[in-house]
């Protein structure tokens, strides 16, 4: 039986690079295909160039509500008159098949996710400057100047929750980050009890007929 995978979460500002961070981290560091990012449902409408089933679960909001009711759902939020939703089912079994899972969602469902998955890592993504986020916002050209500012008010009250999470990255240049976030994901594989776990008939075979003399002393 494959050892448990674990759960991160990933939060940051519209326009902070979180999407092309994570989309850096699936195609450059998953060699070993252990690594799946959750996708959401939402009510909002697809944009040009996302598909069905890999960008979202597109859904409708009365197919969304019907959701909740059913608890599908291990968080769920509205955010701009929409909603936003993680299956529940979905990450489970991914990570009972050993692989690490990434959830991208805001400082809201986070808090949600930890209260029912203690054992998960957080992540929260800055940009270097109010600016250089509102920068990046405008050269998207995706939104008029309204909701920019929107978007720039919300930005402040996420960047306020960093101190909720396990570790804070710098999206100042994207490699960087990128070697950053691949490095926390590394470590956490790395920890005593994951490697045990993962290779405990390894562990038992190295160690297979020693005897600690400390403990045969204590004894």
């Given at each position: 039986m494959s050892a448990k995978g674990t759960l991160y979460i990933l939060s940051a500002p519209s326009g902070g690079g979180k999407s092309s961070l994570i989309a850096g981290l699936l195609e450059r560091f998953n060699l070993d295909d252990k690594l799946r990012l959750s996708i959401?449902?939402?009510t909002r409408d697809m944009r040009p160039g996302e598909v069905d089933g890999q960008s979202y679960f597109f859904v409708n909001e009365e197919e969304f509500k019907a959701l909740i009711e059913r608890g599908a759902f291990l968080?769920?939020?509205q955010v701009f008159d929409r909603y936003y939703g993680t299956s529940r089912e979905v990450v489970q079994q991914w990570l009972d098949e050993g692989r690490d899972v990434l959830l991208d969602i805001d400082w809201q469902g986070a808090r949600n996710i930890?209260?029912?998955m203690p054992g998960c890592v957080s992540i929260f993504i800055v940009p270097p400057s109010l600016e250089e986020l509102r920068h990046r916002l405008e050269?998207?050209?995706?939104?008029?100047?309204?909701?920019?500012?929107?978007?720039?008010?919300?930005?402040?009250?996420?960047i306020s929750h960093y101190r909720e999470y396990d570790y804070?990255?710098?999206n100042d240049k994207y490699d960087n980050a990128l070697v950053q976030l691949r490095g926390i994901i590394l470590a956490r594989r790395c920890l005593l009890e994951?490697?045990?776990e993962a290779r405990h008939e390894l562990f038992e075979n190295l160690l297979a007929g020693y005897i600690d003399p400390e403990s045969s002393t204590e004894a």
């Open positions: 959401s449902h939402t968080e769920y939020a930890r209260a029912q050269k998207r050209q995706r939104d008029t100047p309204e909701v920019i500012d929107q978007r720039m008010e919300l930005a402040k009250r996420e804070v990255v710098v994951k490697q045990e």
